[in-house]
């Protein structure tokens, strides 16, 4: 038995012929090379599995790798964690303690507001009577002026008295004259003062005998009616006239114009600035009382603006002029006076003329002062 024989599990046979020889070979070729490719087959699958066990291994090892460097990771993450939770934890603490702390401020601060609206209306109080007082004040600087004022006009009329009473005295020595500052206007006609004797020189007749004196009576008649006549009332007008009414001389720098002088200030200065330089000047600010002086004003008055002495400080729409005269001529701009912004309690005088009022902390750049004229 031969081996293919063998192999194929079969018993002997005959012998063949040429062409069973041929078959033989060629079926035996056959299996040959199936049993080749098989091994190459199986040799591939095994490499194939090797490869696949060698991948398998490769990634188990490198997901064990992975694996702990996650792990390593997390625990890194894990302690950066527990430091970030510690970390917060002060953190709210020290927040706690910081509202705790600006809960005592805010506490501390309303009570500091509460104490300072207390001081406030108390402030607010001690203003309104110092208001009260200041007006007070005023009325009774004003008071005080107008009764200075008419005592002034008293003392005049007792000292115009005086002086007639001193001429009357004078005239009865024969030979004795008045100062040459005593003039006195005379009373009575030429002719009548020409037949009296020098004893009455100085005297007068009264108003119902002086006719009949001067011009039906002799010269002796006038002498025994000279007893008759009494001093005369008219007092030197030097002293008992208003200064500045017959006078026109004014201080250097100073306009003359009806019977008063006019100073135009110039530089910034508020209301009340202006007012003390004008008191320092021997002035006031001025007083305009009739359109020929607000014309000489208009031509002279700082082209930006000037204070004058006009203002309701005391009684809020009531002007008073600085010689307390009354508002007897108003030359206001259209719309004024209209008390707008912080409150216009002064006037000033705009380039045309014109009166404004306006706030008296504001400054203008000039200012006009007024005085009576001297001799």
């Not at 081996?3 to 046979?13: L, N, T, Y």
């Not at 008071?143 to 004078?170: C, P, T």
């Not at 000279?226 to 500045?244: H, I, W, Y």
């Not at 010689?323 to 912004?341: M, V």
Request: proline share 5%; hydrophobic share 35%; aromatic share 6%.
């Amino acid at each position: 038995m031969t081996p293919h024989s063998r192999a194929e599990g079969r018993g002997p046979r005959p012998a063949m012929g040429h062409q069973e020889v041929t078959k033989f070979s060629r079926r035996r070729r056959s299996c040959c090379s199936r049993g080749t490719q098989l091994a190459l087959l199986a040799l591939v699958m095994t490499a194939l599995w090797a490869g696949l066990l060698t991948l398998l291994l490769l990634w188990h090892w490198e997901n064990a790798r992975n694996l702990k460097q996650l792990e390593e990771t997390a625990a890194q993450n894990v302690s950066q964690v527990s430091k970030d939770l510690e970390t917060h934890k002060s953190d709210q603490m020290a927040q706690k303690s910081q509202a705790a702390q600006i809960m005592q401020d805010m506490e501390r601060i309303q009570a500091e507001q509460k104490r300072m609206e207390s001081e406030e209306s108390a402030l607010s109080w001690n203003l309104d009577g110092l208001r009260a007082d200041l007006s007070d004040l005023k009325s009774r600087g004003l008071n005080e002026m107008r009764q200075a004022l008419d005592s002034l006009g008293r003392l005049q009329e007792e000292v115009g008295k005086l002086w007639i009473e001193l001429r009357a005295s004078n005239a009865q020595t024969p030979g004795e004259t008045l100062p040459p500052t005593l003039r006195v206007v005379p009373t009575a006609p030429a002719v009548a003062l020409s037949t009296v004797p020098n004893t009455a020189s100085t005297l007068v007749p009264t108003t119902t005998t002086s006719t009949t004196a001067s011009t039906a009576m002799p010269s002796t008649t006038a002498t025994t009616t000279a007893t008759t006549m009494v001093p005369t009332t008219a007092a030197p007008l030097s002293l008992s006239s208003t200064p500045g009414s017959v006078c026109n001389t004014c201080p250097e720098a100073w306009i003359y114009f009806q019977k008063k002088c006019y100073y135009f200030g110039e530089g910034s200065k508020k209301w009340l600035e202006a007012r003390y330089t004008c008191e320092n000047l021997h002035g006031r600010l001025v007083s305009i009382h009739s359109p020929e002086e607000q014309d000489f004003l208009t031509k002279r008055a700082n082209w930006r603006g000037s204070w004058i002495g006009l203002r309701d400080l005391d009684i809020e729409g009531e002007f008073i002029w600085m010689d307390n005269q009354p508002l007897d001529y108003s030359n206001w701009q259209p719309g004024e006076p209209n008390d707008a912004g912080l409150g216009e309690n002064c006037v000033m005088m705009l380039s045309s003329g014109k009166w404004n009022d306006a706030f008296c902390g504001s400054k203008l750049h000039g200012w006009v002062c007024d005085r009576l004229a001297t001799c």
